[in-house]
């Protein structure tokens, strides 16, 4: 008899001890998944500040193209105002 109590109170041991070890894991678990979801979140929002300023970068860009072709469009006429200005 004292021999089947001793050997139950060693698998009730055994099965706290598990229980335990499993808490521990769940709760790491569950910390480790909450970090991942609080990276995630801060991806995203560096993911749409990084989208924003390429469209503002393209925007520039178009900008600086068009101001270039209206640059580009008068200097024919510059040149040749330059070169009438030389020749007098």
């Not at 569950?30 to 393209?58: K, P, V």
């Not at 270039?68 to 008068?74: F, I, T």
Request: net charge negative; aromatic share 2%.
């Amino acid at each position: 008899m004292n021999a089947e109590i001793g050997r139950l109170e060693g698998e009730i041991r055994m099965i706290a001890d598990r229980r335990a070890h499993l808490s521990a894991q769940i709760a790491a678990t569950a910390q480790r998944q909450e970090q991942r979801n609080q990276e995630q979140r801060r991806l995203s929002q560096r993911s749409a500040e990084l989208n924003a300023s390429i469209e503002q970068c393209g925007s520039q860009h178009a900008q600086a193209g068009a101001a270039s072709e209206l640059q580009d469009a008068g200097l024919p006429a510059l040149e040749a105002a330059y070169h009438a200005a030389r020749e007098r």
